[in-house]
């Protein structure tokens, strides 16, 4: 069908009869009409005919509606050929340039939403969820030194949920000194509004072991809080594999475990107000705590229950912006 249509305006053009009793007027003007035609139709470089190929069926039937517009057409360098007999083409709207369906700030969101931890740094939230390898103390430290210079009047969250060192099954997974430069930073940080007192509100939210522990007791007096669920613990630290190493190495590496022992139980006896002998002695074996015996021994100051107290107060912007 669409090669019967290309040729329709050629053959259409071509005279039906060629005898030589014709006269020798009309014969030239024959003549003259198939040199123009040969010449039109050789100028267009029609397209080999594919019957489904919509753009190839679209020209055949702008061809058969209008065949002086292929014809007699003018050619425009900046118009790709053929393109020129359509209606300009309207381009469709990129990905980048459609709306996105997502919500963020109770509203429609008009670039990707940020990251979990972007969230959370908006309520002032710095959440550790996972053992204190160098990955977490390194973003941990980011976040805390971030906070305080974005705004050192207002008060740092850090909720824990970690088992410190270790991992739950006793491995070791990194060294205390992980534990030791997130302490550091929580005692570096100072609130102008408090006197330059430091102001660091923890939470505990599921396990608080070790290090961890640590975290959550040197957060500031009267603002540790701990889920009634959560757990804490404490425990010496632990010396990791030696097997390829030399006997004089197994002896430093066991020194060096001592004296991070001796260093944890000084500052949890400093947080909790304990007696440097009495957390040394419940750290001889795992001493676990649930909420209530955690304020008895000094980790923590409150329990958060269900509608009892808001950790966190509303936002300036919450009346008119709710987040939920």
């Known amino acids: 069908m669409a090669t019967a249509t290309f040729r329709l ?6 005279p039906r009869s060629h005898s030589s009793s014709a ?18 139709s050789a100028e267009i470089p ?17 061809v ?23 209606d300009s083409p309207k381009l469709m709207a990129t990905p980048a340039q459609v709306e996105r369906s997502g919500s963020y700030r109770n509203s429609r969101s008009r670039e990707p939403p940020p990251d979990l931890p972007s969230l959370l740094l908006e309520g002032r939230i710095v959440y550790i969820g996972m053992p204190l390898v160098s990955a977490v103390t390194e973003l941990v430290l980011a976040q805390l030194m971030y906070l305080q210079y974005m705004d050192p009047e207002q008060p740092i969250y850090l909720y824990i949920n970690s088992t410190g060192t270790i991992r739950d099954d006793g491995e070791i997974v990194a060294l205390e000194y992980e534990g030791f430069a997130i302490y550091d930073a929580m005692m570096q940080i100072k609130n102008k509004s408090y006197l330059f007192d430091m102001q660091i509100h923890t939470v505990g939210v599921g396990a608080a072991i070790g290090q961890a522990c640590l975290l959550l007791a040197a957060g500031t007096k009267g603002k540790r809080f701990m889920l009634p ?76 229950r269900r509608g009892e107290e808001t950790i966190i107060s509303p936002s300036k912007d919450s009346e008119n912006n709710p987040r939920y």
Do not use: W
């Open 9 to 14: 305006p050629t053959a259409s053009l071509l």
């Open 23 to 40: 006269p020798l007027k009309q014969r030239r003007s024959s003549r003259a009409v198939c040199s123009v035609s040969r010449r039109s």
């Open 46 to 62: 029609f397209p080999p005919v594919n019957p489904g190929d919509p753009f190839l069926m679209k020209l055949a039937s702008a």
């Open 64 to 86: 058969a509606r209008n065949p002086e517009a292929v014809l007699n057409r003018t050619v425009n360098s900046d118009v790709p050929p053929y393109l020129d007999i359509y």
């Open 229 to 304: 669920h959560a757990k804490a613990m404490i425990q010496q630290p632990r010396v990791p594999s030696t097997g390829l190493l030399p006997a004089s190495d197994v002896i430093i590496r066991a020194r060096e475990a001592l004296l991070q022992r001796d260093l944890l139980v000084e500052l949890l006896a400093k947080h909790t107000g304990n007696p440097v002998e009495v957390v040394a002695n419940k750290m001889k074996r795992s001493f676990y705590m649930d909420p209530t015996r955690a304020i008895e021994f000094g980790v923590a100051d409150k329990i958060v």
